[in-house]
């Protein structure tokens, strides 16, 4: 079921990148991640879904807010493969947690936006929660930093516009997670924060003192 629906996220995200006249340049590292792994991102713009799409592997699935189970197109994956969570409930956070470690085990991907919602203040980053981290850590699993560079010019947040073009985006080295633990959590989560943000800061999105 998960590489059939995912092949169809392809689709879809392909579709929509030709038919709004843009197209995805991506910076690969020379280090490629393998599955299963956790992916981390980066939230700029509805649009980050779109692209993830474009190369995430067949077996993945996206963490997101329960209300993308709502919408045309990203509802129809966050009512089947991906996992869609209530932020505001602890509890369901929680399960989403425990049903994300439970894919990773099975051999699949997971997506996650750690910022946790679309800041008001991109292209500045919002600080990272917790959970991806411990997730990769407890999981064993390597962790992949994923920048968006400009999808917040493309599609802004909250405006009824898109401005077609180059999209921007690159995928960092693996980080590997076996030899660390649970107290190493806010190290891992701070030097991918970096990572991401000194990216931007080298693309010349943010400057070095932008807060």
């Given amino acids: 079921m998960y590489p059939m629906a995912n092949a169809l996220r392809k689709f879809w995200a392909w579709t929509t990148i030709i038919l709004t006249a843009s197209w995805p340049i991506i910076k690969y590292s020379k280090e490629q991640f393998s599955t299963p792994c956790v992916f981390v991102a980066n939230h700029t713009s509805y649009l980050d879904i779109v692209v993830l799409g474009l190369f995430a592997p067949l077996k993945v699935c996206f963490i997101g807010k329960y209300e993308l189970a709502k919408i045309p197109l990203f509802g129809i994956f966050f009512r089947t493969v991906d996992i869609a969570v209530k932020r505001e409930s602890i509890k369901d956070a929680h399960r ?86 649970d107290a190493d959590a806010d190290q891992l989560k701070d030097e991918i924060y970096q990572t991401i943000r000194q990216d931007l800061i080298q693309n010349h999105i943010l400057h070095e003192d932008h807060r």
């Fill in 96 to 181: 989403a947690f425990e049903e994300a470690k439970a894919r990773l085990a099975k051999g699949y991907s997971v997506l996650i936006f750690p910022e946790g919602t679309i800041w008001n203040r991109t292209p500045e980053i919002k600080p990272f929660k917790n959970g991806a981290f411990k997730m990769a850590i407890e999981a064993k699993v390597p962790i992949v930093p994923i920048s968006f560079l400009n999808n917040f010019k493309r599609l802004p947040d909250e405006k009824f516009e898109f401005y077609p073009g180059l999209i921007r985006c690159s995928i960092h080295r693996p980080i590997l997670t076996n030899h660390l633990n």
